[in-house]
C-alpha cells in the first residue's frame, strides 16, 4: 500500500509517499481501507515541529481524520463488518465521560500513526459509523473539527434555541459551529478579514458578520449587534491575542470555548473581565467517541452537509498542506485516498 510517513518534522517538504505492506487486523482490531483525509491547523504543527503535545513519532504517518470502509475485521470483533463506512475517532481510547489524562496518547497522527495511508487498522473502540448521506470526504472532516464544535457547544453547558454564538474566522471548526448551531435555532455572529468569506458564513446560516480588518476592536461590534449584553457562547481559535476581545464579547454568565492558538501562544490576560462577568472559560481538547456518535445524530437529523474547500488527490497531500498554510479556504481542506 502507499503511505504518507513523516520523518523528520521540518516542513511540508519532509513529507514522503512511500511504499508499505499492507497491515492486518489482530483479535479486536479492524482493517479499513481510506477513502478520504482531511486536514487541521494541528496537522500543520506537526509537520513543522510547533505542536506542542511533544514530538512526532519517527516516520509518524500524519492527520489525524478519515474516513473510508471496513475491508476485514480480526477475531472477536462486533461493533463493525465488513462493508461498514467508517471514520476513526481522534483519540484512541477516550471512548465517553471525562478526558483523562491517558488519553492523549492515542491521539491519531501525533501520539500514534494516523490515517494518510490507503490502509489503516483501528481498534475496534475507535470507530464510528458514517451518516448515510455524507461521503467519504465529507465523513473525513468529521472527527476532529466537528466534534471540537459540538464539545464546544454541547460539552459543558448546552446551547440552547434563541441563544447567540460568536465563532471566529471560517476554518473548519467555526464553520462545524455555525452549521450545528443555526440547526439548532441559535443565532450565529462570524468573524473574517474577508467580506467575501462573510457572505459564504452568511449562506450557511450567520445572521451577522464582523470584518476584524476593518473593524480591529471587534468585540465592539459583537456588543452592538447584541444591544450591549454580549453573546452566550464564543468559539474562540486565536489564543492570547484574540481571547480578552472574545471575553469582552461574552454575555454575564457566558461561555468562552478556547480551542486553538492560530494566533499564538503566551501573552498575558487580564482575569478581572472574566470574573466581574462570572465567565466559564472552557479548554477544549476535540471530545469522546460518545460526543461523536451524539453528533453523529444531529448531522443526520438534520441532513447537514460539511463545507469542503477543495479536494486534493493523494499524491497531492503536499499541496493540500500548503493550501491550508494559505489560510484561503473556507471549511475543511480534504485529501481523496484513490
Not at 475485521?73 to 484512541?92: H, L, S, Y
Not at 501520539?111 to 487498522?121: N, Q, R, S
Not at 444591544?227 to 489564543?239: A, K, S, T
Not at 477544549?284 to 451524539?294: D, H, K, L, N, P
Amino acid at each position: 500500500m502507499r503511505v504518507w510517513t513523516l520523518p523528520k518534522a521540518e516542513g511540508i517538504d519532509s513529507l514522503v509517499l512511500k511504499e508499505s505492506p499492507t497491515p492486518r487486523p489482530a483479535p479486536g482490531q479492524v482493517l479499513v481501507r481510506m477513502r478520504a483525509a482531511s486536514l487541521n491547523y494541528r496537522d500543520l504543527m506537526v509537520v513543522t515541529g510547533r505542536y506542542a503535545r511533544g514530538a512526532p513519532l519517527p516516520d509518524l504517518v500524519p492527520l489525524s481524520d478519515g474516513a473510508g470502509e471496513v475491508t476485514e475485521t480480526g477475531p472477536g470483533v462486533t461493533r463493525v463488518k465488513p462493508g461498514d463506512r467508517v471514520a476513526g475517532i481522534f483519540m484512541q481510547t477516550w471512548l465517553g465521560g471525562e478526558i483523562e489524562p491517558e488519553y492523549a496518547g492515542s491521539s491519531l497522527g501525533g501520539a500514534i500513526h494516523g490515517v494518510l495511508a490507503e490502509h489503516v487498522v483501528f481498534s475496534q473502540d475507535g470507530l464510528v459509523r458514517l451518516p448515510e448521506h455524507l461521503s467519504f470526504e465529507e465523513g473525513a472532516t468529521l472527527p476532529c473539527a466537528a466534534v471540537t464544535a459540538w464539545n464546544a457547544l454541547y460539552g459543558g453547558r448546552s446551547l440552547r434555541v434563541g441563544e447567540t454564538v460568536l465563532v471566529l474566522g471560517t476554518g473548519g471548526v467555526s464553520i462545524f459551529a455555525l452549521q450545528l448551531a443555526h440547526a439548532a435555532g441559535a443565532r450565529v455572529i462570524a468573524t473574517s478579514s474577508s467580506d467575501g468569506k462573510l457572505a459564504q458564513a452568511r449562506t450557511l446560516g450567520a445572521s451577522d458578520g464582523v470584518n476584524y480588518r476593518t473593524h480591529p476592536e471587534w468585540h465592539e461590534e459583537v456588543l452592538k449587534l447584541t444591544d450591549g449584553r454580549g453573546v452566550d457562547h464564543v468559539v474562540e481559535i486565536g489564543g492570547a491575542s484574540t481571547l480578552p476581545r472574545s471575553i469582552e464579547s461574552a454575555r454575564l454568565g457566558g461561555q468562552v470555548h478556547q480551542i486553538g492558538v492560530r494566533a499564538g501562544a503566551g501573552g498575558e490576560i487580564d482575569p478581572s473581565v472574566a470574573m466581574r462577568k462570572g465567565l466559564i472559560l472552557r479548554g477544549i481538547y476535540v471530545g469522546s467517541r460518545q460526543m461523536f456518535e451524539a453528533m453523529n445524530r444531529a448531522i443526520a437529523l438534520h441532513r447537514i452537509s460539511p463545507v469542503i474547500d477543495r479536494v486534493f488527490g493523494f499524491d497531492e497531500a503536499k499541496d493540500a498542506y500548503r493550501h491550508l498554510q494559505s489560510q484561503k479556504h473556507v471549511g475543511k481542506v480534504v485529501i481523496r485516498v484513490e
